[in-house]
């Protein structure tokens, strides 16, 4: 058993039992009760923690080797054949290690801001984490839903608690478009138990499989995961999502929610369905180049800040999904794994990116209450400070090199490339579109004279702003000059990958 | 030599860093001193390394520092190589960056934001000298990029200015159009050769270029041809190129020293200098090389005709840079990539000069920019005064300046080249599209230069009372850099034109087909420096550039009443020029105006209207209508629920065991 034992159950279980207790402690109902400052320290505390346990990951992580590490598994219900059997590898790995990073900051910049039952709401994030550590390191396909149906709980009591008018609209939309989804995925997990006899994630992805069972299964993946990600024509729930919810849930959404669905395609769809991945990669990539040029086209056109990075989390999760279905499009020897690489890559940068973009649209909100570009202008003037951490977010979402917004899309539009000249050059549209609608907003928020008395009102970062900003600036600087850590961490995993999808499980199976 | 390179390199970004976060800690003084100490260093070492190089023969080194990324066996470094072209280029781009950081001194003195501006010019000079010492086109592409967000960011320095941030939106945009095809290009660079490092690339030029690739339906292109014109399309948006060059007037919005140091002699020249370094690949596509020789002559002629109806001193000089780097990219379609860079170094020199001069007169007007309301400034600002005359003439490419040396060999490359021998229709007019613009622009080049010079400096002094009673001379820290850009304007030509064009200065840097190598047949009939001024007497050039400062002065100081009667007579032509051909209002009304409209369309039709109003709302609403008919099935007992869903998931469990 390796150091600190059960790792990853402790990450799993940490928050949750922080959250229960930081429930237990309460507020009294008043933000300003010692109470309420009794649980505010125990949740940040505890995502402190967490994320200070979670280096273990990192550090007693074997990167030479494709197979499952920190590997638990017991019993759990055995009528079902189902165990508690957690484990990582590289593709996993990083997730988990976002998702400990961004939790704390989400506790922080929610410090004094949010008046209405704090305790139910740091909870909730903290629950939230668990859960979806859980479903990144769940290796059994019971474990993985119900980790994945869990997690819809607090994300919907989050919009729709403390969230904005439309909240109601937003949190019904968001819960039907993603539980209608993973029901579906649950009837495949089901028909994969009978096939199998077992709800083992890796066992599935050795069981032979006909044609027909691929092609289905991997619809019911499809919808699961489309809408998570989310692709095109199935995105319209996040931005009225994001529109609705506080800045924390904002956050999480785009950093790691989104996540779920990339990670849904890497780790179930690709490797258990490999030939229907397969068969249906084109279709994935003209969806995921949809999302680049035509969702790039209406982000453009927003006028409410989270709307037009909502849409533009749509356009970079379009590179995760068109990196992960590119090797069937290679031929030559290499590329496959570089176009995989450079979507998992996509993934942890967006995660931090729409993070704190979410997170600068919040330093704005809290002051003026609103989130309409119109009602902003000259920004730079009365906040200096927040306008270079806000113009350098946007440049990393422009995806300009130095900074982790480039690393991954510098890898999949090279991948791409090499599958088809149009699919590179579609891709590479986000060089464009990506740099006008997000520089454009840049322009009409901070730039110009000071527009209103709001914005003459205004005051620069608190040191607890400043010191959000500015270690997820340090972490996206640091991942673009020097993203190889990142990159060695998954190879081994994505090599493992790609051998298993080169080799199509009808010939193996001999179906 | 690695810690050299490395303290080149880092010196400027730790003073950026250190100016940038610690401005106010440190202060104004803190700040110029920091970062003029880090160029300064830069500087020192570059020429060092230069120096090592051409008097010691010290070899080229191709080093890696360390490694980015590896990632499905393609390595991802950053490293340099410094050979002959990298260290011209470091001891230029350091050299005008010290140049411009003292200068900043003086003109940014009333700035509030001076530390901020002192941090950004000396990220540029970091940005700047990763892309030209880089071994690989990842760093390459980062510098690209680096260097296009520090202009960028100064450009919109006065960002309260609406003018400054529309145009440094515009500068953005229009290098990412470039950057698109550049970033392409680079990746077919890897589809071919699974490299991103220069050598193992060149290495393997042959074999591109017999590869070919599907673009348009099934016809098969040159692999090297789609590559070289892709990467070229980078090019044109950073070297300014048509049609891409609408951003650069517009980045006038700037303030003067970064439009001396990043919109003339630096920045704007990384797309010469990387056709420059990608030689070994150009010279494998002619039909590359016939894009770039005739978007570089379209650009050259035209933008030069531009200069001439401006009034903004600055916008002059803006579109004469325009016009320069288009013969700059006329002498690499010739393949003489040494004339394109020998033009780029000289070019830098001058065009910095008259970029600090222009804004030591814009210090002396309080800001005024129009040089219909100067004149006669000469008697006043005597240093200003012929410092831009050395500038003007270097530019016109008046005999034994520097800008005569390089100007004259990229006519004189052209008429040699072997687009003239050619025999097909094509070769031919891309050849005569070439020579007549060249040529022709010459005469161009001196009537807009002179134009401007006299209106400036000579005639009646047309300024308000109130600022000719202010009118002086600018401090030590203006006009120090001036001289120390004159001199080399006036004579580095003389002393470099021998070893760089013709001396194998450049040795494995720069790669020609030996049956193109146009340099080294004139080299053949070089008869040293006296040899050439006098030869200058007997082609038709130094007459054309004459002739352009006659008409100038005899336009606009003697019968300025002329080019009102031609603006009035001829407003159809005056008109095309004031709008810049309208390709603003394509860039701006077209494909800018287009996008919004699309996205709008694409917002409202697309998602509100199709996707939410039809599909899911629609959806929800029938589900709606379908529960108004099953409520009758509702009986509100618990039981009937608890039957039905085990009935449900019995049927939905059996057919599955069934399909199994």
């Given at each position: 058993?390796?150091?600190p034992?059960?790792?990853?159950?402790?990450?799993i279980?940490?928050?949750?039992?922080?959250?229960?207790?930081?429930?237990?402690?309460g507020?009294?109902?008043?933000?300003?009760s010692?109470?309420?400052?009794?649980?505010?320290?125990?949740?940040?505390?505890?995502?402190l923690?967490?994320?200070?346990i979670?280096?273990?990951?990192?550090?007693?992580?074997?990167?030479?080797t494709?197979?499952?590490?920190?590997?638990?598994r017991?019993?759990?219900?055995e009528a079902?054949q189902?165990?508690?059997?957690?484990?990582?590898d590289?593709?996993s790995?990083?997730?988990?290690?976002?998702?400990?990073?961004?939790?704390?900051f989400v506790v922080i910049a929610?410090?004094?801001?949010?008046?209405?039952r704090p305790?139910?709401y740091?909870?909730?994030f903290?629950?939230?984490?668990g859960?979806?550590?859980?479903?990144?390191?769940?290796?059994d396909?019971?474990l993985?839903?119900?980790?994945?149906?869990?997690?819809l709980?607090?994300?919907?009591?989050?919009?729709?608690v403390?969230?904005g008018?439309r909240?109601?609209?937003?949190?019904?939309?968001?819960?039907?478009y993603?539980?209608l989804?993973?029901v579906?995925?649950l009837?495949?997990?089901?028909?994969?138990?009978?096939?199998?006899g077992?709800?083992d994630?890796?066992?599935?992805?050795?069981?032979p499989l006909?044609m027909t069972?691929q092609?289905?299964?991997?619809?019911?993946?499809l919808?699961?995961?489309?809408?998570?990600?989310p692709?095109?024509p199935?995105?319209?729930?996040l931005?009225d999502?994001?529109?609705?919810?506080?800045?924390?849930?904002s956050?999480?959404?785009?950093?790691?929610?989104?996540?779920?669905?990339g990670y849904?395609?890497?780790r179930?769809?690709?490797p258990?369905?490999?030939?229907?991945?397969?068969?249906?990669s084109?279709?994935?990539?003209?969806l995921s180049l949809?999302a680049?040029?035509?969702?790039?086209?209406?982000?453009?056109?927003?006028?409410?800040m989270k709307k037009?990075?909502a849409?533009?989390?749509?356009?970079?999760?379009?590179?995760?999904?068109l990196?992960?279905?590119?090797?069937?499009?290679?031929?030559?020897?290499?590329?496959a794994?570089?176009?995989?690489?450079?979507?998992?890559v996509?993934?942890?940068s967006?995660g931090?990116i729409?993070?704190?973009?979410?997170?600068?649209?919040?330093?704005l909100?809290d002051?003026?209450?609103?989130?309409?570009?119109?009602?902003?202008?000259g920004?730079?003037n009365?906040m200096?400070?927040?306008?270079?951490?806000?113009?350098?977010?946007?440049?990393?979402?422009?995806g300009l090199p130095?900074?982790?917004g480039f690393?991954?899309e510098?890898m999949?539009?090279?991948?791409?490339?090499k599958a088809n000249f149009w699919?590179?050059?579609?891709a590479?549209?986000?060089?464009?579109?990506g740099?006008a609608?997000?520089?454009?907003?840049?322009?009409?928020?901070?730039?110009?004279?000071?527009?209103n008395?709001?914005?003459?009102?205004?005051?620069?970062?608190s040191?607890?702003?400043?010191?959000?900003?500015?270690v997820l600036a340090?972490?996206?600087?640091l991942?673009?000059?020097w993203?190889?850590?990142l990159?060695?961490?998954?190879?081994?995993?994505?090599?493992?990958l790609v051998e298993?999808?080169a080799?199509?499980k009808?010939?193996?199976?001999?179906? | 030599?690695?810690?050299?390179?490395?303290?080149?390199?880092?010196?400027?970004?730790?003073?950026?860093?250190?100016?940038g976060?610690f401005g106010?800690?440190?202060?104004?003084?803190?700040?110029h001193?920091?970062?003029i100490?880090g160029?300064?260093?830069?500087?020192v070492l570059s020429?060092?390394?230069?120096?090592?190089?051409?008097?010691n023969?010290?070899?080229?080194?191709?080093?890696?520092i360390y490694?980015?990324?590896?990632a499905?066996g393609?390595?991802?470094?950053?490293?340099?190589?410094?050979d002959?072209?990298?260290?011209?280029?470091?001891?230029?781009?350091?050299?005008?960056s010290?140049?411009?950081?003292?200068?900043t001194i003086?003109?940014?003195?009333d700035?509030?934001?001076?530390?901020?501006?002192?941090?950004?010019?000396?990220?540029?000079?970091?940005?700047?000298?990763m892309?030209?010492m880089s071994?690989?086109?990842?760093?390459l592409?980062?510098?690209?990029?680096?260097v296009?967000?520090?202009?960028y960011l100064?450009?919109?320095?006065w960002?309260?200015k609406?003018?400054?941030v529309?145009?440094?939106?515009?500068?953005?945009?229009?290098?990412r159009?470039g950057?698109?095809g550049?970033?392409?290009?680079?990746?077919?660079?890897?589809?071919f050769?699974?490299s991103?490092?220069?050598?193992?690339v060149?290495?393997?030029?042959?074999?591109?270029?017999g590869?070919?690739i599907?673009?348009?339906g099934?016809?098969?292109w040159?692999?090297?041809?789609?590559?070289?014109?892709?990467l070229?399309?980078?090019?044109m948006?950073?070297?300014?190129?048509?049609?891409?060059h609408?951003?650069?007037?517009?980045?006038?919005?700037g303030?003067?020293p970064?439009?001396?140091?990043?919109h003339?002699?630096?920045?704007?020249?990384?797309?010469?200098?990387?056709?420059?370094?990608?030689?070994?690949?150009?010279?494998?596509?002619?039909?590359a090389?016939?894009?770039?020789?005739?978007?570089g002559?379209?650009?050259?002629?035209?933008?030069g005709?531009?200069?001439?109806?401006?009034?903004?001193i600055k916008?002059?000089?803006?579109?004469?840079t325009?016009?320069?780097?288009g013969y700059?990219?006329?002498?690499?379609?010739?393949?003489?990539?040494?004339?394109?860079i020998?033009?780029?170094?000289t070019?830098a020199f001058?065009?910095a000069?008259?970029?600090?001069a222009?804004?030591s007169?814009i210090?002396a007007?309080h800001?005024?920019q129009?040089?219909?309301?100067?004149?006669?400034?000469?008697k006043?600002?005597p240093?200003?005064?012929?410092?831009?005359?050395?500038?003007s003439?270097?530019?016109?490419?008046?005999?034994?300046t520097?800008?005569?040396f390089s100007k004259?060999?990229?006519?004189?490359?052209?008429h040699a080249?072997?687009?003239?021998?050619?025999?097909?229709?094509?070769?031919?007019?891309t050849?005569?599209?070439?020579?007549?613009?060249?040529l022709l622009?010459?005469?161009?080049?001196?009537?807009?230069?002179?134009?401007?010079?006299?209106l400036?400096?000579?005639?009646?002094?047309?300024?308000?009372?109130?600022?000719?009673?202010?009118l002086?001379e600018?401090?030590?820290?203006?006009?120090?850099?001036?001289?120390?850009?004159?001199?080399?304007?006036?004579?580095i030509g003389?002393?470099t034109?021998?070893?760089?064009?013709?001396?194998?200065?450049?040795?494995?840097?720069i790669?020609v087909?030996?049956?193109?190598?146009?340099?080294?047949?004139l080299?053949?009939?070089w008869?040293?420096?006296?040899?050439m001024l006098?030869?200058?007497?007997?082609t038709?050039?130094?007459?054309?550039?004459l002739?352009?400062?006659a008409?100038?002065?005899?336009?606009?100081?003697?019968?300025?009443?002329?080019?009102?009667?031609?603006?009035?007579?001829?407003?159809g032509?005056?008109n095309v020029?004031?709008?810049?051909?309208?390709?603003d209002d394509?860039?701006?009304?077209?494909?800018a105006?287009?996008?919004?409209r699309?996205g709008?369309?694409?917002?409202?039709?697309?998602?509100?209207?199709?996707?939410d109003?039809?599909?899911?709302n629609?959806?929800?609403?029938?589900?709606g209508k379908l529960?108004g008919?099953?409520?009758?099935?509702?009986?509100?007992?618990?039981?009937?629920?608890?039957?039905a869903?085990?009935?449900?998931?019995?049927?939905?469990l059996g057919?599955?065991i069934?399909?199994?």
């Open positions: 058993m390796e150091f034992a059960h790792l990853l159950s402790v990450l279980w940490l928050p949750i039992a922080g959250g229960i207790v930081a429930l237990v402690i507020d009294d109902g008043d933000v300003a010692s109470k309420a400052g009794l649980m505010r320290v125990t949740t940040l505390l505890t995502s923690l967490t994320l200070a979670s280096i273990f990951l990192y550090t007693g992580f074997d990167k030479t494709a197979d499952m590490q920190f590997v638990e017991i019993p759990w219900v079902l189902a165990y508690y059997y957690l484990g990582v590289g593709i790995a990083p997730l988990i290690l976002l998702t400990t990073f961004i939790t704390p929610g410090w004094d801001t949010i008046k209405t305790a139910q740091f909870a909730a903290l629950i939230l984490e859960l979806m550590v859980g479903v990144f390191a769940a290796l396909g019971l993985f839903y119900v980790f994945w149906e869990f997690m709980v607090p994300m919907f009591l989050i919009i729709g403390w969230g008018e909240r109601i609209y937003a949190t019904l939309k968001f819960f039907l993603t539980f989804g993973s579906l995925m009837v495949a997990f089901i028909y994969l138990y009978l096939q199998t077992s709800y994630l890796l066992g599935w992805m050795d069981a006909t069972a092609k289905l299964i991997f619809i019911a993946f919808l699961a995961f489309a809408v998570k990600v692709m095109w199935v995105h319209t729930w931005p999502a994001h529109v609705e919810a506080p800045t924390g849930g956050v999480i959404l785009a950093a790691i929610m989104l996540k779920m669905g849904g395609f890497i179930l769809s690709l258990i369905v490999p030939d229907a991945s397969g068969y249906f084109s279709l994935m990539i003209g949809i680049v040029v035509y969702i790039g086209f209406v982000a453009l056109m927003q006028k409410d037009l990075i849409y533009s989390s749509i356009a970079h999760m379009g590179f995760v999904t990196g992960f279905f590119l090797p069937w499009h290679i031929s030559g020897s290499s590329g794994a570089l176009g995989i690489s450079g979507g998992m996509q993934m942890i967006h931090l729409s993070g704190a973009m979410f997170l600068c649209v919040g330093v909100y002051r003026v209450h609103s989130r309409q570009i119109a009602d902003y202008g920004v730079a009365t200096p400070t927040f306008a270079a951490f806000a113009v350098l977010f946007a440049m990393a979402n422009a130095g900074t982790s690393v991954g510098f999949v539009i090279i991948a791409s490339f699919i590179a050059f579609f590479a549209t986000t060089l464009i579109l740099a609608y997000t520089l454009w907003m840049v322009k009409r928020v901070y730039y110009g004279e000071v527009a008395d709001n914005v003459a009102k205004l005051e620069d970062l040191r607890r702003e400043f010191l959000v900003l500015a340090i972490a996206v600087l991942l673009g000059v993203p190889a850590p990159i060695d961490m998954m190879n081994a995993s994505i090599d493992q298993r999808i080799e199509p009808l010939l193996q199976a001999g179906l | 030599m690695k810690s050299y390179y490395l303290t080149i390199v880092l010196a400027p970004l730790i003073a950026a860093i250190v100016a976060l106010r800690q440190i202060g104004r003084a803190g700040a001193t920091v970062t100490l160029v300064g260093l830069s500087t020429g060092y390394v230069l120096y090592q190089m051409l008097a023969g010290a070899p080229a080194e191709n080093l890696s490694t980015w990324g590896i499905d393609l390595r991802m470094e950053i490293g340099f190589l410094v002959r072209l990298s260290a011209l280029m470091m001891v230029v781009v350091t050299f005008v010290l140049m411009v950081h003292i200068y003086g003109y940014m003195h700035d509030p934001g001076y530390q901020r501006f002192f941090s950004y010019i000396s990220l540029f000079t970091f940005a700047m000298l892309l030209v071994n690989n086109f990842l760093q592409f980062f510098g690209w990029e680096a296009g967000l520090v202009s100064l450009i919109g320095f960002f309260k609406e003018t400054a529309f145009a440094n939106l515009k500068a953005f945009l229009v290098n159009v950057d698109f550049f970033l392409l290009g680079i990746a077919g660079i890897v589809l050769t699974n991103l490092d220069y050598a193992e060149f290495a393997q030029r042959e074999a591109i270029a590869e070919t599907s673009v348009f099934g016809t098969p040159n692999a090297m041809t789609v590559i070289c014109i892709l070229f399309i980078g090019a948006g950073k070297s300014a190129q048509a049609p891409l609408v951003w650069l007037p517009d980045s006038m919005e303030p003067t970064i439009s001396a140091l990043i003339a002699a630096t920045m704007v020249t990384a797309g010469i200098f990387m056709v420059a370094r990608m030689s070994p690949l150009y010279e494998l596509s002619v039909t090389l016939g894009v770039v020789i005739v978007i002559a379209i650009t050259a002629f035209f933008m005709l531009l200069g001439i109806v401006q009034n903004d916008r002059v000089v803006a579109y004469s325009l016009s320069q780097l700059m990219t006329v002498a690499l379609g010739a393949s003489a990539y040494s004339a394109a020998f033009h780029l170094m070019h001058f065009k000069l008259l970029f600090l222009a804004g007169v210090i007007m800001h005024e129009d040089i219909r309301k100067m004149g006669g400034i000469r006043y600002m240093i200003t005064y012929w410092t831009s005359l050395i500038g003439l270097a530019l016109i490419g008046f005999p034994a520097s800008g005569f004259d060999y990229i006519i004189e490359a052209v080249s072997n687009w003239h021998s050619g025999t097909t229709m094509g070769e031919q007019a050849y005569w599209i070439a020579y007549l613009s060249v622009g010459v005469f161009v080049t001196a009537l807009y230069s002179f134009r401007m010079f006299f400036v400096f000579h005639g009646e002094e047309r300024m308000d009372a109130e600022t000719k009673s202010h002086h600018t401090p030590w820290v203006v006009t120090v850099p001036l001289i120390l850009l004159a001199i080399p304007s006036a004579i003389w002393f034109v021998e070893p760089v064009l013709f001396g194998g200065f450049f040795g494995d840097a790669v087909s030996e049956s193109r190598d146009v340099m080294s047949r080299g053949e009939d008869h040293g420096q006296v040899g006098l030869h200058a007497f007997k038709p050039v130094m007459y054309l550039a002739a352009g400062v008409a100038a002065w005899y336009l606009y100081l003697k019968r300025p009443d002329i080019p009102a009667a031609i603006k009035e007579k001829a407003s032509f005056y020029l004031d709008r810049k051909y309208y390709f394509l860039w701006i009304k077209g494909f105006g287009g996008g919004r699309l709008d369309f694409l917002a409202d039709k697309g998602d509100r209207v199709l996707i109003g039809v599909i899911v629609g959806t929800a609403n029938t589900v529960a008919i099953m409520r009758q099935l509702q009986t509100g007992y618990l039981y009937t629920y608890a039957f869903m085990i009935i449900g998931l019995t049927a939905l057919w599955l069934w399909l199994k």
